[in-house]
Every structure is written in structure tokens, then in C-alpha cells.
T-cell receptor
Framework: NAGVMQNPRHLVRRRGQEARLRCSPMKGHSHVYWYRQLPEEGLKFMVYLQKENIIDESGMPKERFSAEFPKEGPSILRIQQVVRGDSAAYFC?????????????FGPGTRLTVT | QQQVKQSPQSLIVQKGGISIINCAYENTAFDYFPWYQQFPGKGPALLIAIRPDVSEKKEGRFTISFNKSAKQFSLHIMDSQPGDSATYFCAASMMSGNQFYFGTGTSLTVIP
């Protein structure tokens, strides 16, 4: 039973480039959450998606960040025109259909470094 | 603002000792309080969780104590082992909500 998968695990981008982070939820899970972890800080919620729908994006920066969870394929967090402040670990979590918030299972994260 | 405050930032404990990590929250609507364990390079893994209808929950060497009136909860690790060395995060959420609010983490080191 594979867990939540994220790729790439490490991503280096120059300022101004685009970063695409992918998340494949656990089998049977249809809810995806994205969190960002800055150095020395806890995780901060960014966005909650179900298949083809954004349910809650209250934690997403208003500009440059977007997320999707298509009917087929992984969820993607996209950061356009990256800046040094975007350097962080980005974690994806998934939960089953109808599950409670407590059932979020986290992936290993993507560590983004902006040079 | 930080919805969940966690202390200490770091903790060093001798093998066999008790590790205690504390968290406090403000939002009385929170009704689910999990603790996560994170090893370097890994994602957070659920360790133990409690709901406010009980004051204590124990799973093996891990115990959550919950004080609803003080809006505080803590994680106790009994007989701490070097393998427990990790970063621990408390969190809070509303079961009807979509997200966790995480504390800033405690780096635990258990010395052999």
C-alpha cells in the first residue's frame, strides 16, 4: 500500500523560473492538501483540493501560486516566477473520501531551493 | 498569527527519561489535537491524537494530556529512546474544517 508520493524530492530553480511540484495521493484517497514548511517553522496550510475542485485556498499567496488536482494524474502545485523567499519544503497530504480532517497522511515533501 | 504555540523549541533528554512538550491554543472551536513526528528528510507522521472530551490518551510510551480550561495540551514520551530523536509538532483543527494549524516544532534529542 504505497503512501503519498511527491516528486521531485529536491528541486532547484533560479529566480524567475517556474516550479512544479507533484503529489500522488494514497490509493483510494480523493482529497489533497498542500502545506509549506519554512526553516525553523511548522507547516502552514496552503490549499485543499478534491478531484477537479479547489475547496479551500485560504492559505495560498494571492500571486504566482496555483494548484490543481485533475481528474486523471497527480495534484500539481505551481509557483511562477520563483523568488528566494519561496525556498521551503512543500508537503502534500491526502485523505480518503468522506474522511475526517484527522486522517491526513503526509508525503515526504519536495524541498525547493531558489538560487 | 500563530494559532498554536509550542515549547520548548529544543529538548535534550537522557535515554530512559521523560520528554515533555507543551502546546497552547486560543481558538475554542478546535476539537482535534494530533501530534506528529518528523524525521529529517521525511514527512510528518501521525503519532497520537486526542479530542477534547477526554483529558488523557495513552498509546504505548506516548501520552497526550489535555487541559480544556487552560487550552493546553502536552505530549509525554516515557522511557525516551535514541530512536525517538526527531522533531515533534503539535497541531489543532476543527473536525469540520479542512486544515491543521501546526506548532513551530520541538527538536528532541535523546542521548544514549
Amino acid at each position: 500500500n504505497a503512501g503519498v508520493m511527491q516528486n521531485p524530492r529536491h528541486l532547484v530553480r533560479r529566480r524567475g523560473q517556474e516550479a512544479r511540484l507533484r503529489c500522488s495521493p494514497m490509493k483510494g484517497h480523493s482529497h489533497v492538501y498542500w502545506y509549506r514548511q519554512l526553516p525553523e517553522e511548522g507547516l502552514k496550510f496552503m490549499v485543499y483540493l478534491q478531484k477537479e475542485n479547489i475547496i479551500d485556498e485560504s492559505g495560498m499567496p494571492k500571486e504566482r501560486f496555483s494548484a490543481e488536482f485533475p481528474k486523471e494524474g497527480p495534484s500539481i502545485l505551481r509557483i511562477q516566477q520563483v523568488v528566494r523567499g519561496d525556498s521551503a519544503a512543500y508537503f502534500c497530504a491526502s485523505s480518503p473520501l468522506g474522511g475526517e480532517v484527522g486522517e491526513q497522511y503526509f508525503g515526504p515533501g519536495t524541498r525547493l531551493t531558489v538560487t | 498569527q500563530q494559532q498554536v504555540k509550542q515549547s520548548p523549541q529544543s529538548l535534550i533528554v537522557q535515554k530512559g527519561g521523560i520528554s515533555i512538550i507543551n502546546c497552547a491554543y486560543e481558538n475554542t472551536a478546535f476539537d482535534y489535537f494530533p501530534w506528529y513526528q518528523q524525521f529529517p528528510g521525511k514527512g510528518p507522521a501521525l503519532l497520537i491524537a486526542i479530542r477534547p472530551d477526554v483529558s488523557e490518551k495513552k498509546e504505548g510510551r506516548f501520552t497526550i494530556s489535555f487541559n480544556k480550561s487552560a487550552k493546553q495540551f502536552s505530549l509525554h514520551i516515557m522511557d525516551s529512546q535514541p530512536g525517538d530523536s526527531a522533531t515533534y509538532f503539535c497541531a489543532a483543527s476543527m473536525m469540520s474544517g479542512n486544515q491543521f494549524y501546526f506548532g513551530t516544532g520541538t527538536s528532541l534529542t535523546v542521548i544514549p
